[in-house]
């Protein structure tokens, strides 16, 4: 029985419109004057601190403490700025499984498991009325590896549960090959959908659990049974 629902934010639960990888850009060409500085980087399922220390290495720039506290303090101001200004939502099927989920006898806890700094996670998410639905999770700012963040997750989703937890006891929701993988790292469920730049057989690829074109396909009795 699945205790610890993790969630994927980008692609999974919502789409902000570009605002993310905006605001990326636009810290780049005005903090660190280097325009389209973001033309060159992959943003797919990635770490905001790996992304950002992308940018740093291919324009030469020190990647020391206080250029990544420069370049995130100003990512969230523009964050929020452009969430306000690109139409982004809330994908099918989000709000109808979260739900779904808070009404089964032994409901799930539900957590994030993302890229996204814990800032910039919340910015998006209560943009879109979404943050209250999430008692823990990892984020980018805890760690630049992806599967490091999925050990954080499952071990703040054990604390708050006040158990251990196996890896068949934890479901993670996304909508990349490298949520799929960090997933696998510590041995959790996978539930994969191609809301995001990856299609089916891109996902199916690398053995989730489960697959689905959208979470509209995903019946919560059986993903976490």
Known sequence: MVRLALFDIDGTLIRTGGAGEKAFAKVAAQEFQVPNGTAHLNFAGRTDQSIVRDFFTQHRIEPSRNNFERFFHRYV????????????????GVHELLRAMQALPQAPLPGLLTGNIRLGAEIKLRHFGLWDYFKVGAFGDDHEDRARIAAIARDRGARFLGNTLAGDEILVIGDTPLDIACAQVIGAR???????????????????TWAFESLERADVRLICA
């Not at 101001?77 to 099918?92: C, M, N, Q």
């Not at 996978?190 to 989730?208: C, E, I, N, R, Y």
């Open 77 to 92: 101001f523009w964050l929020d700025e452009l969430l306000g200004r690109t139409r982004g939502r809330v994908l099918p």
């Open 190 to 208: 996978t539930l994969a959908v191609s809301t995001g730049l990856f299609g089916m057989d891109q996902l199916k690829a690398h053995a989730p």
